[in-house]
Protein backbone atom coordinates (compact mmCIF):
# COMPACT_ATOMS: atom_id res chain seq x y z
CA UNK A 1 0.00 0.00 0.00
CA UNK A 2 2.65 2.47 1.03
CA UNK A 3 4.93 1.49 -1.99
CA UNK A 4 2.19 2.12 -4.61
CA UNK A 5 1.39 5.33 -2.92
CA UNK A 6 5.32 6.15 -3.50
CA UNK A 7 5.18 5.47 -6.37
CA UNK A 8 1.56 7.33 -7.76
CA UNK A 9 3.20 10.21 -6.08
CA UNK A 10 6.14 10.17 -8.24
CA UNK A 11 4.14 9.42 -11.31
CA UNK A 12 1.91 12.50 -10.27
CA UNK A 13 5.24 14.44 -9.78
CA UNK A 14 6.74 13.62 -13.21
CA UNK A 15 3.58 14.58 -14.68
CA UNK A 16 3.48 18.02 -13.47
CA UNK A 17 7.63 18.41 -14.26
CA UNK A 18 6.00 16.98 -17.86
CA UNK A 19 3.42 20.06 -18.02
CA UNK A 20 6.32 22.59 -16.64
CA UNK A 21 8.85 21.45 -19.66
CA UNK A 22 6.00 22.20 -22.00
CA UNK A 23 4.66 25.14 -21.04
CA UNK A 24 8.76 26.77 -20.74
CA UNK A 25 9.19 25.55 -24.67
CA UNK A 26 6.18 27.04 -25.75
CA UNK A 27 7.61 29.52 -28.44
CA UNK A 28 7.79 33.47 -27.86
CA UNK A 29 4.69 35.07 -29.73
CA UNK A 30 5.36 37.74 -31.86
CA UNK A 31 3.00 40.03 -33.98
CA UNK A 32 3.24 42.55 -36.90
CA UNK A 33 1.42 43.60 -40.05
CA UNK A 34 2.60 43.70 -43.24
CA UNK A 35 1.89 45.46 -46.59
CA UNK A 36 1.31 42.65 -49.24
CA UNK A 37 -1.38 44.11 -50.55
CA UNK A 38 -1.51 47.97 -51.63
CA UNK A 39 0.73 50.69 -53.05
CA UNK A 40 3.54 49.13 -50.22
CA UNK A 41 3.38 45.78 -51.38
CA UNK A 42 6.92 45.93 -53.35
CA UNK A 43 8.47 47.50 -50.29
CA UNK A 44 6.88 44.89 -47.55
CA UNK A 45 9.45 41.97 -48.85
CA UNK A 46 12.38 43.59 -47.68
CA UNK A 47 10.78 44.21 -44.02
CA UNK A 48 9.39 40.71 -43.78
CA UNK A 49 12.36 38.81 -45.33
CA UNK A 50 14.43 40.50 -42.50
CA UNK A 51 12.25 39.00 -40.15
CA UNK A 52 11.86 35.21 -41.49
CA UNK A 53 15.69 35.62 -41.77
CA UNK A 54 16.24 36.75 -38.23
CA UNK A 55 13.51 33.89 -36.99
CA UNK A 56 15.64 31.20 -38.64
CA UNK A 57 19.14 31.86 -37.50
CA UNK A 58 17.86 32.65 -33.70
CA UNK A 59 15.88 29.02 -34.35
CA UNK A 60 18.46 27.39 -35.45
CA UNK A 61 20.44 27.79 -32.48
CA UNK A 62 17.73 26.91 -30.17
CA UNK A 63 15.76 30.43 -29.70
CA UNK A 64 15.69 33.45 -27.92
CA UNK A 65 17.92 33.44 -25.06
CA UNK A 66 15.35 34.70 -22.34
CA UNK A 67 17.21 36.30 -19.89
CA UNK A 68 19.79 33.70 -19.34
CA UNK A 69 17.23 30.95 -18.37
CA UNK A 70 16.80 28.62 -21.22
CA UNK A 71 15.73 29.17 -24.28
CA UNK A 72 12.46 29.52 -26.65
CA UNK A 73 11.70 29.81 -30.11
CA UNK A 74 9.92 32.50 -32.35
CA UNK A 75 6.59 32.06 -33.65
CA UNK A 76 5.13 34.91 -36.09
CA UNK A 77 1.72 36.63 -36.02
CA UNK A 78 1.41 38.64 -39.17
CA UNK A 79 -1.40 40.20 -40.94
CA UNK A 80 -1.80 42.06 -44.46
CA UNK A 81 -2.35 45.93 -43.78
CA UNK A 82 -2.83 46.31 -46.89
CA UNK A 83 -0.54 49.64 -47.26
CA UNK A 84 -3.26 51.12 -44.76
CA UNK A 85 -2.00 53.06 -41.76
CA UNK A 86 -5.31 52.50 -40.26
CA UNK A 87 -5.25 48.84 -40.43
CA UNK A 88 -2.50 48.39 -39.06
CA UNK A 89 -3.41 50.31 -36.16
CA UNK A 90 -6.70 47.58 -35.81
CA UNK A 91 -4.32 44.89 -36.38
CA UNK A 92 -1.64 45.72 -33.43
CA UNK A 93 -4.49 46.11 -31.55
CA UNK A 94 -5.69 42.91 -31.93
CA UNK A 95 -2.70 40.89 -32.02
CA UNK A 96 -1.94 42.40 -28.18
CA UNK A 97 -5.70 42.19 -27.18
CA UNK A 98 -6.69 39.06 -28.98
CA UNK A 99 -4.13 37.07 -29.98
CA UNK A 100 -2.22 37.87 -26.81
CA UNK A 101 1.63 37.99 -28.14
CA UNK A 102 4.58 38.40 -25.88
CA UNK A 103 5.93 41.02 -27.95
CA UNK A 104 5.42 43.22 -31.36
CA UNK A 105 7.64 44.33 -34.35
CA UNK A 106 7.36 47.35 -36.48
CA UNK A 107 5.22 47.37 -39.72
CA UNK A 108 6.33 48.61 -42.71
CA UNK A 109 6.83 52.98 -43.52
CA UNK A 110 6.28 56.16 -40.80
CA UNK A 111 2.89 55.97 -41.41
CA UNK A 112 1.87 53.19 -40.02
CA UNK A 113 4.52 53.76 -37.15
CA UNK A 114 2.81 56.67 -36.68
CA UNK A 115 -0.78 55.12 -36.75
CA UNK A 116 0.71 52.03 -34.06
CA UNK A 117 2.59 54.28 -31.63
CA UNK A 118 -0.71 55.04 -29.84
CA UNK A 119 -1.37 51.25 -29.63
CA UNK A 120 1.44 50.21 -28.40
CA UNK A 121 1.93 53.00 -25.97
CA UNK A 122 -1.85 52.65 -24.41
CA UNK A 123 -0.80 48.79 -24.19
CA UNK A 124 3.13 49.03 -22.89
CA UNK A 125 4.29 46.91 -25.70
CA UNK A 126 8.21 47.96 -26.34
CA UNK A 127 8.31 48.20 -30.24
CA UNK A 128 11.93 49.27 -32.03
CA UNK A 129 10.84 50.82 -35.40
CA UNK A 130 12.18 50.43 -38.54
CA UNK A 131 11.46 52.01 -41.82
CA UNK A 132 10.91 54.74 -40.91
CA UNK A 133 11.97 57.97 -38.82
CA UNK A 134 10.14 61.42 -37.98
CA UNK A 135 11.22 64.44 -36.57
CA UNK A 136 7.56 65.08 -35.42
CA UNK A 137 7.07 61.68 -33.99
CA UNK A 138 10.47 62.24 -32.31
CA UNK A 139 9.13 65.71 -30.42
CA UNK A 140 6.30 63.45 -28.76
CA UNK A 141 8.92 61.37 -27.27
CA UNK A 142 6.53 58.16 -27.05
CA UNK A 143 7.70 56.25 -24.00
CA UNK A 144 7.87 52.54 -26.00
CA UNK A 145 8.99 53.46 -29.40
CA UNK A 146 12.30 54.01 -30.64
CA UNK A 147 13.80 54.48 -34.59
CA UNK A 148 16.74 51.83 -35.67
CA UNK A 149 16.76 53.95 -38.54
CA UNK A 150 20.21 57.26 -38.26
CA UNK A 151 17.75 58.72 -41.16
CA UNK A 152 15.95 61.83 -39.49
CA UNK A 153 15.13 64.07 -42.00
CA UNK A 154 16.74 67.17 -40.21
CA UNK A 155 20.34 65.25 -40.07
CA UNK A 156 19.27 63.92 -43.39
CA UNK A 157 18.88 67.42 -44.51
CA UNK A 158 22.49 68.67 -43.31
CA UNK A 159 24.33 64.98 -44.52
CA UNK A 160 22.62 66.21 -48.28
CA UNK A 161 23.28 69.94 -47.78
CA UNK A 162 27.53 68.70 -47.07
CA UNK A 163 27.52 66.10 -49.87
CA UNK A 164 26.25 68.39 -52.19
CA UNK A 165 28.53 70.80 -51.35
CA UNK A 166 31.08 68.43 -51.59
CA UNK A 167 30.89 68.16 -55.02
CA UNK A 168 30.04 71.51 -56.17
CA UNK A 169 26.59 71.72 -56.59
CA UNK A 170 24.98 75.02 -56.86
CA UNK A 171 21.68 74.33 -57.80
CA UNK A 172 19.05 71.86 -57.44
CA UNK A 173 15.79 70.53 -58.81
CA UNK A 174 13.43 68.83 -55.67
CA UNK A 175 10.25 66.53 -56.94
CA UNK A 176 8.88 64.76 -53.79
CA UNK A 177 6.31 62.36 -52.63
CA UNK A 178 3.32 64.05 -50.14
CA UNK A 179 3.82 61.04 -48.23
CA UNK A 180 4.75 62.28 -44.45
CA UNK A 181 8.16 61.06 -44.32
CA UNK A 182 9.31 62.59 -48.23
CA UNK A 183 7.44 65.53 -47.12
CA UNK A 184 9.18 66.23 -43.68
CA UNK A 185 12.41 65.40 -45.37
CA UNK A 186 12.17 68.58 -47.67
CA UNK A 187 10.98 70.78 -44.68
CA UNK A 188 14.37 70.12 -43.32
CA UNK A 189 15.98 70.12 -46.58
CA UNK A 190 14.81 73.40 -48.23
CA UNK A 191 16.43 75.72 -45.38
CA UNK A 192 19.12 73.64 -45.12
CA UNK A 193 19.94 74.31 -48.92
CA UNK A 194 19.36 78.10 -48.86
CA UNK A 195 22.06 78.23 -45.79
CA UNK A 196 24.38 76.83 -48.07
CA UNK A 197 23.82 78.91 -51.06
CA UNK A 198 22.43 76.44 -53.10
CA UNK A 199 19.79 77.45 -55.40
CA UNK A 200 16.60 75.43 -56.06
CA UNK A 201 15.66 75.91 -59.46
CA UNK A 202 12.25 73.73 -59.25
CA UNK A 203 10.12 71.92 -56.93
CA UNK A 204 6.89 69.96 -57.58
CA UNK A 205 5.49 67.51 -55.04
CA UNK A 206 3.11 64.87 -56.46
CA UNK A 207 0.37 62.42 -54.76
CA UNK A 208 1.13 58.86 -53.67
CA UNK A 209 -0.59 57.06 -56.83
CA UNK A 210 0.91 58.96 -59.23
CA UNK A 211 1.09 57.67 -62.79
CA UNK A 212 3.31 59.94 -64.84
CA UNK A 213 5.97 62.46 -63.81
CA UNK A 214 6.59 63.54 -67.81
CA UNK A 215 5.42 67.09 -67.33
CA UNK A 216 8.01 67.95 -64.29
CA UNK A 217 10.60 65.83 -65.85
CA UNK A 218 10.72 68.13 -69.28
CA UNK A 219 10.48 71.22 -67.02
CA UNK A 220 13.61 70.07 -64.65
CA UNK A 221 15.48 69.38 -68.01
CA UNK A 222 14.56 72.93 -69.30
CA UNK A 223 15.99 74.35 -65.92
CA UNK A 224 19.25 72.25 -66.50
CA UNK A 225 20.09 71.71 -62.53
CA UNK A 226 23.35 70.33 -61.37
CA UNK A 227 21.45 67.74 -59.22
CA UNK A 228 18.17 65.82 -59.42
CA UNK A 229 16.59 65.39 -55.68
CA UNK A 230 13.60 62.83 -55.67
CA UNK A 231 11.91 62.10 -52.62
CA UNK A 232 10.17 58.55 -53.46
CA UNK A 233 9.13 55.29 -52.41
CA UNK A 234 9.86 52.14 -54.50
CA UNK A 235 6.35 52.74 -57.18
CA UNK A 236 7.29 56.05 -58.04
CA UNK A 237 10.65 55.58 -58.23
CA UNK A 238 10.49 53.09 -60.60
CA UNK A 239 8.37 55.64 -62.53
CA UNK A 240 11.16 58.19 -62.17
CA UNK A 241 13.72 55.87 -63.73
CA UNK A 242 12.10 55.00 -66.24
CA UNK A 243 10.96 58.33 -67.02
CA UNK A 244 14.08 60.21 -66.22
CA UNK A 245 15.53 57.92 -69.14
CA UNK A 246 12.60 58.71 -72.09
CA UNK A 247 13.06 62.65 -71.02
CA UNK A 248 16.95 62.72 -70.94
CA UNK A 249 17.77 63.91 -67.47
CA UNK A 250 21.42 64.00 -67.51
CA UNK A 251 22.02 65.85 -64.40
CA UNK A 252 25.32 64.07 -62.88
CA UNK A 253 23.81 63.83 -59.24
CA UNK A 254 20.88 62.02 -59.12
CA UNK A 255 19.03 61.28 -55.92
CA UNK A 256 16.10 58.79 -55.63
CA UNK A 257 15.38 58.33 -52.04
CA UNK A 258 13.62 54.44 -51.32
CA UNK A 259 14.31 51.90 -53.91
CA UNK A 260 17.52 51.28 -55.72
CA UNK A 261 19.31 49.45 -52.68
CA UNK A 262 16.41 46.56 -53.27
CA UNK A 263 17.31 44.01 -55.18
CA UNK A 264 14.61 43.80 -57.21
CA UNK A 265 15.01 47.48 -58.51
CA UNK A 266 18.70 46.61 -58.92
CA UNK A 267 17.56 43.71 -61.42
CA UNK A 268 14.65 45.83 -63.02
CA UNK A 269 17.24 48.80 -63.93
CA UNK A 270 20.63 47.67 -64.52
CA UNK A 271 23.50 49.52 -65.77
CA UNK A 272 20.97 52.62 -65.83
CA UNK A 273 20.90 52.25 -62.11
CA UNK A 274 24.81 53.06 -61.96
CA UNK A 275 25.52 56.40 -60.09
CA UNK A 276 21.90 56.96 -58.69
CA UNK A 277 22.60 57.70 -55.42
CA UNK A 278 20.05 57.23 -52.58
CA UNK A 279 19.27 56.96 -48.60
CA UNK A 280 21.05 54.17 -46.57
CA UNK A 281 24.51 53.91 -45.28
CA UNK A 282 25.88 49.82 -45.00
CA UNK A 283 27.33 47.71 -46.86
CA UNK A 284 28.05 44.11 -46.40
CA UNK A 285 31.32 43.42 -44.23
CA UNK A 286 31.89 46.56 -42.89
CA UNK A 287 33.83 47.95 -40.26
CA UNK A 288 32.55 48.56 -36.58
CA UNK A 289 29.45 46.57 -37.58
CA UNK A 290 28.82 43.22 -36.02
CA UNK A 291 27.71 40.15 -37.73
CA UNK A 292 27.10 42.24 -41.69
CA UNK A 293 28.69 39.31 -43.20
CA UNK A 294 27.11 36.23 -42.04
CA UNK A 295 23.71 38.12 -42.47
CA UNK A 296 25.01 39.04 -45.91
CA UNK A 297 26.18 35.39 -46.67
CA UNK A 298 22.97 34.10 -45.07
CA UNK A 299 20.08 36.20 -46.74
CA UNK A 300 21.58 35.64 -50.08
CA UNK A 301 21.32 31.63 -49.37
CA UNK A 302 17.65 31.84 -48.02
CA UNK A 303 16.59 33.86 -50.58
CA UNK A 304 18.41 32.39 -53.65
CA UNK A 305 20.89 34.19 -54.34
CA UNK A 306 18.58 37.40 -53.73
CA UNK A 307 20.79 40.66 -52.14
CA UNK A 308 18.91 42.19 -49.42
CA UNK A 309 17.60 45.64 -49.52
CA UNK A 310 21.15 47.65 -48.35
CA UNK A 311 18.29 50.28 -46.57
CA UNK A 312 15.16 48.64 -45.25
CA UNK A 313 16.39 45.10 -44.71
CA UNK A 314 19.23 46.00 -42.76
CA UNK A 315 17.33 48.70 -40.51
CA UNK A 316 15.17 45.76 -40.42
CA UNK A 317 17.36 42.99 -38.63
CA UNK A 318 19.30 45.43 -36.75
CA UNK A 319 16.01 46.47 -35.15
CA UNK A 320 15.68 42.79 -33.93
CA UNK A 321 19.04 42.09 -32.92
CA UNK A 322 18.31 44.67 -30.20
CA UNK A 323 15.08 43.25 -29.62
CA UNK A 324 17.29 39.65 -29.27
CA UNK A 325 19.73 40.93 -26.94
CA UNK A 326 17.24 43.11 -24.87
CA UNK A 327 15.76 39.81 -24.27
CA UNK A 328 18.62 37.98 -23.55
CA UNK A 329 19.63 40.74 -20.84
CA UNK A 330 16.04 41.03 -18.78
CA UNK A 331 13.94 38.47 -20.02
CA UNK A 332 10.54 38.74 -21.80
CA UNK A 333 8.99 41.30 -18.85
CA UNK A 334 8.06 44.07 -20.91
CA UNK A 335 8.81 47.01 -19.05
CA UNK A 336 12.22 45.83 -18.33
CA UNK A 337 12.90 45.25 -21.76
CA UNK A 338 11.77 48.66 -22.36
CA UNK A 339 14.51 49.81 -19.95
CA UNK A 340 17.21 47.86 -21.45
CA UNK A 341 16.42 49.48 -24.83
CA UNK A 342 16.93 53.12 -23.13
CA UNK A 343 20.38 52.23 -21.45
CA UNK A 344 22.24 49.33 -23.34
CA UNK A 345 24.43 49.55 -26.28
CA UNK A 346 23.51 47.05 -28.60
CA UNK A 347 25.73 45.48 -31.46
CA UNK A 348 24.52 45.53 -34.68
CA UNK A 349 24.77 44.99 -38.41
CA UNK A 350 24.07 48.42 -38.63
CA UNK A 351 26.49 49.15 -35.80
CA UNK A 352 26.65 49.86 -32.71
CA UNK A 353 23.28 51.15 -31.31
CA UNK A 354 22.33 53.49 -28.32
CA UNK A 355 19.34 55.32 -28.09
CA UNK A 356 19.39 58.77 -27.57
CA UNK A 357 15.73 59.11 -26.17
CA UNK A 358 14.03 57.77 -29.59
CA UNK A 359 16.29 57.96 -31.59
CA UNK A 360 19.73 55.92 -32.80
CA UNK A 361 22.55 58.51 -31.68
CA UNK A 362 25.56 56.27 -32.62
CA UNK A 363 24.46 55.76 -36.50
CA UNK A 364 25.23 58.55 -38.92
CA UNK A 365 22.67 59.46 -41.84
CA UNK A 366 24.37 58.67 -45.07
CA UNK A 367 24.22 57.29 -48.48
CA UNK A 368 24.85 54.74 -50.75
CA UNK A 369 25.51 54.89 -54.97
CA UNK A 370 25.39 52.13 -57.27
CA UNK A 371 28.48 51.79 -59.03
CA UNK A 372 29.07 49.46 -61.60
CA UNK A 373 26.23 47.05 -60.03
CA UNK A 374 27.04 46.85 -56.21
CA UNK A 375 26.37 49.31 -53.77
CA UNK A 376 28.75 51.28 -52.25
CA UNK A 377 28.58 53.96 -49.17
CA UNK A 378 29.85 57.18 -50.40
CA UNK A 379 28.80 59.56 -47.43
CA UNK A 380 29.55 60.36 -44.89
CA UNK A 381 32.88 60.11 -45.33
CA UNK A 382 33.54 57.56 -41.99
CA UNK A 383 31.74 55.44 -43.38
CA UNK A 384 32.17 55.35 -47.03
CA UNK A 385 33.20 52.09 -49.13
CA UNK A 386 34.11 54.32 -52.27
CA UNK A 387 34.15 58.30 -53.42
CA UNK A 388 30.55 59.85 -55.02
CA UNK A 389 30.58 59.00 -58.58
CA UNK A 390 28.94 60.74 -61.46
CA UNK A 391 25.66 59.39 -62.53
CA UNK A 392 26.61 58.23 -66.75
CA UNK A 393 24.76 58.39 -69.51
CA UNK A 394 21.38 56.63 -69.85
CA UNK A 395 21.78 53.13 -71.54
CA UNK A 396 19.11 52.23 -74.38
Do not use: C
Not at 207 to 222: C, F, H, N, R, Y
Not at 309 to 319: I, P
Request: hydrophobic residues 40%; positive net charge.
Amino acid sequence: MVKHLIIKTFVILGMFGMAYSVQAADPVKIGFSIPKTGMFASAGPSQLNAYLLWQDLVNAKGGLDIGGKGRRKIEFVQYDDKSNPAQAAKIYEKLITNDKVDLVVAPWGTPHHFAVAPVVERHKFPLVGNTAASVALRKVKPGYLWFTSSMMPDNVAKAMTAMLKSRGVKSVAILYNLLPFASENIQFLKPALAKAGIKIHFEAKYPPDIKDMTGMLIKVKAKNPDAVLVHSYPGDSILYMNQAREVGINAKTQYVMVGPAIGFFRGMFKSNLDGIITMGSWAPGMKGTTGSQKFYTAYKKKFKGHEPDYLDTVEVYASVQILEQAIAKVGLNREKIRNAINTMTFKTIYGDVKFNGVQNGSTPSGFTQIQKGKIEVVWPKSRATAPVADKGAWAN
